[in-house]
């Protein structure tokens, strides 16, 4: 069966520090990749996806990057935090084409 | 692109009573329509989904209807529970498209 790991589960960071979240897939090929932001517990705001290594889709610019190194790891970065980069970070997959979502457990972040 | 209204954005119902969260959407090529449950400090999990070629779908106390020509669906719950306290997001997909479109999410709380 298929299983999304998403670490850490909370994470608090100061202004201008780094960030790096990670996100792996098991138990399937070449998934389609995404990364969701939702602050104040509502909406889901689409940030990355991706569909194979090395393919990356940004849809809201800002001072975050996303970057896939290997077909099942999906990595979320910034170099400096903003206070508005606080949130709930949900990393999802799936396999094709109108095909459901299949979330991770998320990373709420706050910066300090 | 596509647009999808949820409402209403807060349900609050006795147990034992009926929810119906509502959903438009504007793009009469979506042909695929799921439904996620959020429970507080975890990731979306699909709880029902229906493609445009079909009218109605249920699932033991939760359905959902699709009105293609109104471009608008519905997920119904039965026989609420507390446990069914969650938000409820909508979404559509395009169809070819990766990438569902979510409506803003309907926070469902059922008193005991």
């Known amino acids: 069966s298929q299983t999304i790991h998403q670490w850490p589960a909370t994470l608090v960071q100061p202004v201008g520090s780094p960030l790096s979240l990670e996100c792996t897939v098991e138990?399937?090929?070449?998934?389609?990749l995404y990364w969701y932001r939702q602050a104040a517990g509502r909406g889901l705001q689409l940030l990355f996806y991706?569909?194979?290594?090395?393919?990356i889709s940004s849809e809201v610019p800002q001072n975050l990057s996303a970057s896939r190194p290997q077909d099942r790891q999906f990595i979320l970065s910034s170099k400096k935090l903003l206070l508005s980069d606080s949130g709930f970070y949900l990393c999802?997959?799936?396999?094709?084409?109108?095909?459901?979502?299949?979330f991770g457990s998320g990373t709420q972040l706050s910066v300090l | 692109g596509e647009n999808v209204e949820q409402h209403p954005s807060t349900l609050s119902v006795q147990e034992g009573d009926s929810a119906v969260i509502k959903c438009t959407y504007s793009?009469?090529?979506?042909?695929?329509f799921p439904w996620y449950k959020q429970e507080l400090g975890k990731g979306p999990q699909l709880i029902i989904d229906?493609?445009?070629?079909?009218g109605e779908k249920k699932d033991q106390r939760i359905a959902v209807t699709l009105n293609k020509t109104a471009k608008h669906f519905s997920l119904h719950i039965t026989e609420t529970q507390p446990e069914d306290s969650a938000v409820y997001f909508c979404?559509?997909?395009?169809?070819?498209?990766?990438?569902?479109?979510f409506g803003r999410g309907t926070s469902l709380i059922v008193h005991p």
């Open positions: 999802a997959w799936n396999r094709g084409t109108n095909e459901k979502l299949f």
């Open positions: 138990g399937t090929s070449n998934p389609n």
């Open positions: 991706s569909v194979g290594i090395g393919q």
């Open positions: 793009d009469s090529a979506s042909n695929y």
């Open positions: 229906i493609r445009s070629n079909v």
């Open positions: 979404a559509a997909s395009i169809g070819g498209s990766y990438i569902p479109t």
